[in-house]
């Protein structure tokens, strides 16, 4: 940042102009989507120009464009009122947009962009949070030289590029994992029908199918030991006793997650939102877990759709799974869990390490796009 520090020095070693939007920049309000808007991506030779709502994705394609100049648009209405982004030369804002635009060459598009991003917008609150364009002309920002404008936008283009490029090198290696652990398990797991190791059975002939008992949310407390499973494979809060031993496998049967399969490491409630499964000598709760996992999208066709989204007991009892002798199974989780183990940590730790890198990125930002003002 000494180049910055330099400029500032030489330019502005006084402080810089605070001005209001209002006196910077043309302020318009979107309006409605051209007539021959394509929804979605469909761009093509005849509508190649974007057509933005309030949100970070692309609402459509058009044959016309209403702003042909670089612009920061604010979501205006909805839920996602005051959320910023900097749009491209050539585009149509929809209604729900507030756009700016600089009125002359003292003020960067892009700079304009990024110290907007750094205000907390006045949200009018009612039943739809909105935005009133007035609220926006009197805000005032710092105006400092172009050369100080166009530096600090290269210091932060890199720094979103990097970001960016940290987060897809996270991603693609989480993927990595999981892709190389649903590869062993499935190999792992598939046995030819003339196995003498295997036995073929049914579900239900192994183990009971245990439904849970439903609790109210009076019955949840802050102060209960035992996490509550209904409807997810995330607890929904505690309670003060349990009615499932730790290390048991479960399958939401109700809701959204219908047929999604979780396991629990410690003892818990489950609610009848959820089947659980008798532990016995036969089969190895974790080893059950693992077979379960590659039958989940079988479990899921077979949920019914109408009302509320339900899947039957019987689809389950029905299932056939692979019987080896216990030993075996053992092995089989033994390696298992070294993957799993190893995709968890991956996933837990990246949203630690992305809202690090967002952390560092917004405090070098509002750093860079704070000034003294000139008296």
């Not at 730790?349 to 000034?371: D, S, W």
Request: proline share 5%; net charge neutral.
């Amino acid at each position: 940042m000494s180049k910055l520090q330099d400029l500032i020095r030489k330019l502005c070693p006084e402080g810089v102009e605070f001005k209001r939007l209002g006196e910077v920049c043309e302020i318009y309000t979107g309006g409605e989507p051209p007539k021959d808007t394509i929804k979605g991506n469909a761009k093509d030779v005849e509508h190649p120009y974007p057509v933005w709502a309030n949100g970070k994705d692309v609402y459509g394609y058009s044959s016309t464009y209403k702003i042909d100049k670089d612009a920061t648009v604010i979501s205006s209405i909805g839920a996602n009122t005051g959320a910023i982004y900097f749009r491209r030369a050539y585009f149509t804002p929809t209604i729900r947009l507030k756009v700016l635009v600089p009125k002359d060459n003292n003020l960067i598009s892009k700079y304009l962009y990024y110290y907007l991003s750094t205000v907390a917008f006045v949200v009018k609150s009612s039943s739809v949070p909105n935005m009133n364009a007035n609220e926006v002309r009197k805000l005032e920002i710092p105006l400092p030289p172009l050369e100080v404008q166009n530096e600090i936008v290269r210091i932060l283009d890199a720094f979103t590029s990097y970001a960016a490029e940290l987060q897809a090198e996270l991603h693609a290696e989480l993927q990595a994992r999981k892709e190389q652990y649903e590869y062993y398990r499935n190999k792992l797991l598939t046995f030819d029908e003339n196995d003498e190791r295997v036995e073929w059975m049914m579900l239900g002939e192994v183990c009971n199918v245990k439904r849970g008992k439903r609790l109210t949310t009076k019955d949840l407390s802050p102060e209960g030991e035992y996490p509550v499973y209904h409807g997810g494979i995330e607890a929904i809060g505690k309670y003060t006793a349990y009615n499932r031993e730790g290390n048991s496998v479960m399958i939401i049967n109700v809701g959204a997650s219908a047929g999604t399969i979780g396991f629990c490491n410690t003892k818990f409630w489950s609610s009848d939102g959820c089947f659980c499964f008798e532990h016995n000598s036969v089969i190895n709760q974790k080893y059950l877990y693992f077979v379960l996992q590659t039958l989940e999208s079988i479990l899921k066709s077979k949920v019914r759709k109408a009302g509320i989204p339900t899947l039957d007991n019987r689809v389950v009892e029905r299932l056939i799974i692979p019987i080896l002798p216990i030993p075996e199974q053992k092995r089989i989780v033994s390696i298992l869990d070294k993957f799993e183990s190893l995709v968890n940590d991956l996933s837990e730790g990246l949203p630690a390490e992305i809202a690090a890198v967002q952390e560092q990125y917004e405090y070098y930002r509002n750093k860079l796009l704070t000034f003294k003002r000139k008296s």
